[in-house]
């Protein structure tokens, strides 16, 4: 297989050198490596890794067939977009193995795909509910879309625990409001709604991603709400709901992979604006940690340098960390905080420099997977998460109920 992804990274890097030298337009250039990509068998290699994974359907041979097809539309969907925040860049690509990062972008969207192949299982089943018409106006599925608790209506039991954890949670929520700004709100907000009625965080996408789908839900209000209600859909297999998880948006149906049917119902029985307000958060940059945190998280990724038998840290260890970080700070917080009064000029340096910072990410990510011992991990993903680790244990939980409320879930 090393002989074949010798030649199709080579096939590839000499169709982005015909673009760089202005031989190839951008459309041409992505659609030839696309081509290449979708007929160089990674896809059926790695769809077979994960041929016994099990997402609601029988896994063997004919799954690993349609990971396999669902992996060539995407891979070829993924590298054919154009702009200046596409999946792709070309200018990057030509300094990396685009085999390897087709391999390491498939087996990021494994749950997207197979969720695809389950929804288009569910919807040839046609599994018809037990009770009420095809319309759907009277089935347990459309109340469970469509009920809501009518104010003042919950008197005792469960309903009641919820209720005085919501009241908590909102006068909590109050309490904060003057000491937050911006997406730091919305985190409140968030956290508030996570407790109040026991939900888990959403998946929090790549930063190209959450690019894409940010617009598309402020557009939308109701589009967060729509794909949970696509989700459950999908996960109960209901008569005459293919057209919903058809039209909801893929980025945001992902957003709830974690989410068991309770929590999807719990959701969907709901306001459709505490949907929204879980996904804006999860799309969302961070709030900027202050100056003080960014450096203690510097120090700390830096402490983890491997030590040379001279007891000296390795030549070019800094250089690698400083980019590193950068890169990751780009990635995941705002460029500047919502506090920060230096003004329009000053905010749009910053601007400027994350953008340079997401530019040259993959070469920062790169240069630390490469570096001797790979201290930080072996892949792109495994840095993120050790670098997630480290600024979590910096900056805490970020918005969280206090003790106090919090017992009153376990009374």
């Known amino acids: 297989m090393r002989a074949e992804t010798l030649s199709t990274d080579t096939a590839c890097r000499d169709l982005l050198d015909q673009w760089a030298a202005g031989r190839l337009t951008e459309r041409q250039v992505r659609r030839e490596v696309a081509t290449i990509l979708t007929r160089s068998g990674i896809c059926r290699e790695v769809s077979r890794e994960y041929q016994t994974w099990h997402h609601a359907l029988t896994s063997g041979p004919q799954l690993s067939q349609d990971v396999e097809s669902e992996f060539d539309e995407f891979l070829f969907r993924r590298v054919t977009e154009e702009g200046p925040d596409a999946f792709f860049d070309l200018e990057r690509a030509r300094a990396a193995s685009v085999t390897g990062w087709a391999r390491q972008t498939l087996r990021s969207a494994r749950k997207s795909v197979l969720r695809n192949i389950h929804n288009r299982t569910a919807a040839r089943q046609e599994l018809v509910a037990p009770t009420g018409p095809e319309g759907g106006a ?61 939900l888990p965080d959403l998946i929090r996408p ?61 959701v969907v029985s709901k306001d459709p604006a505490i949907a929204y307000t879980l996904a804006l958060e999860t ?56 506090f920060d009064t230096a003004g329009a000029a000053a905010h749009e340096e910053r601007t400027a420099e994350r953008e340079a910072a997401l530019a040259t990410a993959w070469d920062a990510y790169e240069a630390m997977v490469r570096f001797a011992g790979a201290p930080l991990g072996g892949t792109h993903a495994e840095v993120r998460d050790r670098l997630e680790g480290i600024i979590g244990g910096i900056l805490g939980g970020g918005v969280e109920i206090p003790d106090n409320v919090t017992l009153l879930r376990a009374a």
Not at 161 to 176: G, H, V
Not at 319 to 336: P, Q, R
């Open 138 to 198: 009277y089935t347990a599925a459309a109340r469970a879309f469509q009920s809501t608790a009518a104010p003042g209506a919950l008197e005792d039991g469960p309903e009641v625990a919820q209720r005085i954890m919501l009241e908590e949670a909102t006068e909590w929520l109050r309490s904060k409001a003057s000491h937050h700004r911006g997406i730091a709100r919305t985190q409140a907000g968030a956290a508030a709604l996570r407790f109040a009625f026991s």
């Open 206 to 266: 790549d930063w190209r991603v959450r690019r894409r789908a940010l617009p598309v839900l402020e557009a939308d209000p109701k589009a967060a709400h729509r794909s949970a209600q696509a989700m459950l859909a999908c996960l109960n297999r209901i008569h005459g709901w293919r057209g919903l998880f058809e039209a909801a948006d893929q980025d945001l149906m992902s957003l709830w992979d974690d989410y068991s049917r309770a929590q999807l119902f719990e």
């Open 283 to 338: 799309l969302s940059d961070r709030a900027r940690p202050d100056r003080p945190s960014v450096r203690a998280f510097r120090n700390a990724v830096k402490d983890l340098a491997p030590v040379l038998k001279n007891g000296r840290k390795p030549t070019g260890w800094r250089t690698v960390v400083n980019a590193v970080v950068d890169a990751f700070l780009a990635e995941e917080f705002e460029a500047y905080s919502a």
